[in-house]
């Protein structure tokens, strides 16, 4: 009979399940993971042995009980040829070892009479699986709770990596099933984090996180990152050839069939291989071209692995040995706020210098003040610091209890109210969580915002490359955008590598570049969320340059595409003075364009829903499309997330978790009769 539980161990499994499900979600849904991996399996590990202890406590919905999580809304999902399990942990060579010895005796085997073992790197990224039918792809799916993933085969055919048809000169079987890990390699995760710092966007925390969102995208599919991807295939589950008997073959096959298969995989005939495989892999983690996090270990011989078989989330024949956490532990001396070229204030923490994974750091961003505030990071507090992904230092959490032993409680850090390089009042627009700068003449800007100004679809300014504006601003010729034109080729030859032919070019291309249109002058004066798209859409509409100085942000935002964030944006830029000043006088200094007939709103910029947002879930009359047209029709907007600023949710038949986001929001929720009755 099973030990009662007592009442301390259920609230921990209480307690316990909770943390796990909303770590969960953050890994596998959100993909901003607040833990680390360690942390994580320290939390599932307390939970396993407690519901070991007391087998009365485990509950079907047990997070030891899923594989992964459940798939997200967004894409139609499909059940999985077979189970997609995790793999249990080893956490030290002992543990290793109890794998090694109870694989033995399952077997019926002497002890010493080793079971060779493949190897192979545990990589870091996205669990799919890639169904193949008479050799050519027809669907990849997320793992999603191990049962059914989201099929996401439309994102991963641009994988590069992924074989559309697979190769071989023998037969190929008319169902196969690949599974393998989608990875972002560690050069191109830089280049990605670059790019998002550059944008004042987040920055990812690792490079699985951004795989696995990669493969997400509904919208605004970023084709160039997913091409950045890599897949590497690890087992076939289905459409085995008879003549397969190891794992090592398995992989050989896979390589010949097009796949990338991890390199250096290998068998180890008994425990001391293993682990010198494993301590060699460690070692040489730094210089591998994708993250990896352990070594997975499985019996060679295919017909070993069906024998042992598997249980309720993970086969017995199979266990990643788990590398140790790379972290360090340091001390906050400062917080500096830092204008990036975006005129985003970033605060910079400024640490004293430690070693983290082979490297010193000294400095890591806290990137804004909600993570600020989120972490409770303040000046002298005591942290532990990690390289996200190996590259990025980051703050993991504040160790508290240092704090409050301490005599003096540092005081909370808030970003200055105005910008600490030109003293302009700093802002945040609704919904964004970065602050800025928006004084296009600020110092830390000006280099930035000179090259958008001449940038091709701005004001297309030839010859005004980067190395000239450098010298240009560096030499104290240009303060401010206007500044440029009033540069003259006699100043501009005295500048290194011009010459008085250059410098003649280069003015004549200013003066061109004077005549230009109202869409072109937005886009080079660099206003937050201005674009291409909507300074057409305002030029269009207002024809001149004064009506929309004159217009209110309300009416801009009635504006199909403009909407209030952007209508706000728009509107705080003219009302600071130093841009308007700047606006004045670069249309003094002959900035010009032709005036045309402002643009009379089309049907759906007034129409019944005009300014309205929806979101439709669950199962409709017809397709949502049909749904999408007319609403928009009637000036509406169909966005695919519930938030705040949702005004209507359009639920169907089996209306799932956005109804229920809906009500914890108190967005109004209607059925297709009423629907109707708003578009009526």
């Known amino acids: 009979m099973a030990p009662e539980a007592p009442p301390d161990a259920a609230r921990r499994v209480e307690q316990l399940s909770g943390l796990l499900d909303r770590h969960n979600r953050l890994y596998y849904l959100e993909d901003r993971p607040e833990i680390s991996d360690a942390e994580y399996d320290a939390l599932f590990?307390?939970?396993?042995?407690?519901?070991?202890?007391?087998?009365?406590?485990?509950?079907?919905?047990?997070?030891?009980?899923?594989?992964g999580a459940p798939p997200a809304e967004g894409f139609e999902t499909h059940p999985h040829l077979s189970p997609m399990l995790s793999l249990d942990n080893a956490?030290?060579?002992?543990?290793?070892?109890?794998?090694?010895?109870?694989?033995?005796?399952?077997l019926d085997r002497e002890e010493s009479a080793a079971i060779p073992l493949a190897a192979e790197p545990k990589l870091d990224g996205a669990g799919v699986e890639l169904i193949y039918e008479k050799g050519v792809l027809a669907r990849g799916l997320t793992r999603g709770d191990g049962q059914r993933g989201e099929e996401v085969t439309a994102n991963l055919r641009?994988?590069?990596?992924?074989?559309?048809?697979?190769?071989?000169?023998?037969?190929?079987?008319?169902?196969?099933?690949?599974?393998?890990?989608?990875?972002?390699?560690?050069?191109?995760?830089?280049?990605?984090?670059?790019?998002?710092v550059e944008r004042d966007l987040e920055p990812f925390a690792n490079p699985r996180n951004a795989a696995a969102g990669s493969l997400r995208m509904i919208h605004d599919v970023d084709q160039q990152r997913l091409r950045s991807l890599e897949f590497r295939?690890?087992?076939l589950t289905e459409g085995r050839p008879a003549r397969l008997k190891t794992q090592i073959a398995l992989l050989e096959l896979l390589e010949g069939w097009g796949f990338l298969v991890s390199p250096g995989s290998q068998v180890c005939p008994d425990l001391p291989s293993a682990i010198a495989y494993h301590e060699s892999l460690l070692a040489r983690r730094s210089e591998l071209p994708v993250e990896i996090d352990g070594t997975v270990f499985k019996v060679d011989e295919l017909a070993l692995q069906a024998q042992l078989g598997t249980v309720s989330r993970s086969p017995r024949w199979a266990i990643a040995f788990k590398f140790p956490p790379e972290q360090a532990t340091t001390v906050i001396e400062a917080i500096e706020v830092q204008v990036g070229r975006t005129g985003a204030l970033t605060p910079v923490a400024k640490l004293q210098p430690v070693r983290v994974g082979g490297v010193t750091v000294s400095n890591t961003s806290l990137h804004n003040q909600d993570e600020i505030d989120r972490k409770d990071v303040r000046v002298g507090d005591r942290v532990v610091v990690q390289r996200a992904g190996d590259v990025i230092p980051q703050v993991v959490r504040v160790?508290?209890?240092?704090?409050?032993?301490?005599?003096?409680?540092?005081?909370?850090?808030?970003?200055?109210?105005?910008?600490?390089?030109?003293?302009?009042?700093?802002v945040r627009l609704e919904g964004e969580v970065v602050t800025r700068c928006p004084n296009i003449d600020c110092p830390a800007q000006l280099k930035n915002n000179l090259r958008h100004l001449a940038s091709r679809r701005a004001?297309?300014?030839?010859?005004?490359?980067?190395?000239?504006?450098?010298?240009?601003?560096?030499?104290?010729?240009?303060g401010r955008l206007s500044d440029l034109f009033e540069l003259d080729a006699e100043t501009l030859a005295g500048l290194e590598r011009m010459g008085e032919k250059s410098a003649a070019n280069l003015v004549e291309s200013?003066?061109?570049?004077?005549?230009?249109?109202?869409?072109?002058?937005?886009?080079?004066?660099?206003?937050?969320?201005?674009?291409?798209?909507?300074?057409?859409?305002?030029?269009?509409?207002?024809?001149?340059?004064?009506p929309m100085l004159a217009a209110s942000a309300e009416s801009m935002a009635e504006i199909d595409g403009v909407g209030p964030v952007i209508a706000e944006s728009v509107e705080r830029f003219f009302a600071d003075p130093r841009n308007l000043?700047?606006?004045?006088?670069?249309?003094?200094?002959?900035?010009?364009?032709?005036?045309?007939?402002?643009?009379?709103?089309?049907?759906?910029?007034?129409?019944?829903?005009?300014?309205?947002?929806?979101?439709?879930?669950?199962?409709?009359?017809?397709?949502?499309?049909?749904?999408?047209?007319?609403?928009?029709?009637?000036?509406?907007?169909?966005?695919?997330?519930?938030?705040?600023?949702?005004?209507?949710?359009?639920?169907?038949?089996?209306?799932?978790?956005?109804?229920?986001?809906?009500?914890?929001?108190?967005?109004?929720?209607?059925?297709?009769?009423?629907?109707?009755?708003?578009?009526?």
């Open 399 to 426: 160790e508290l209890e240092a704090r409050a032993k301490s005599k003096l409680e540092p005081a909370p850090f808030r970003l200055p109210e105005r910008c600490p390089v030109c003293d302009a009042e700093a």
């Open 459 to 478: 004001l297309d300014v030839d010859g005004l490359g980067e190395k000239l504006v450098d010298q240009l601003v560096e030499q104290g010729l240009v």
């Open 581 to 680: 000043a700047e606006v004045e006088r670069l249309r003094k200094l002959g900035l010009r364009w032709e005036k045309r007939e402002p643009k009379v709103p089309s049907a759906a910029e007034t129409g019944p829903l005009c300014g309205k947002t929806f979101v439709l879930t669950g199962t409709l009359s017809a397709p949502r499309d049909e749904f999408k047209r007319r609403i928009e029709e009637a000036g509406g907007k169909v966005t695919g997330s519930v938030s705040k600023k949702t005004d209507y949710v359009v639920a169907g038949e089996a209306a799932g978790s956005k109804a229920r986001k809906a009500e914890e929001l108190g967005v109004e929720i209607l059925d297709e009769a009423g629907l109707e009755a708003l578009l009526s």
């Open 233 to 235: 295939a690890y087992t």
């Open 45 to 67: 590990r307390e939970l396993q042995d407690l519901e070991a202890r007391f087998p009365t406590l485990q509950r079907a919905d047990s997070p030891t009980q899923r594989v």
């Open 510 to 546: 200013l003066e061109r570049a004077s005549h230009t249109t109202l869409t072109r002058f937005l886009i080079a004066l660099g206003i937050r969320h201005v674009g291409e798209t909507v300074a057409l859409l305002l030029a269009e509409r207002f024809g001149d340059l004064d």
């Open 158 to 196: 641009a994988v590069l990596t992924i074989p559309l048809r697979l190769a071989g000169s023998e037969t190929i079987p008319d169902l196969v099933s690949v599974r393998g890990e989608v990875v972002l390699p560690l050069a191109a995760f830089r280049r990605l984090n670059e790019s998002r």
């Open 91 to 106: 956490m030290d060579a002992d543990e290793l070892g109890a794998f090694a010895e109870r694989i033995q005796r399952m």
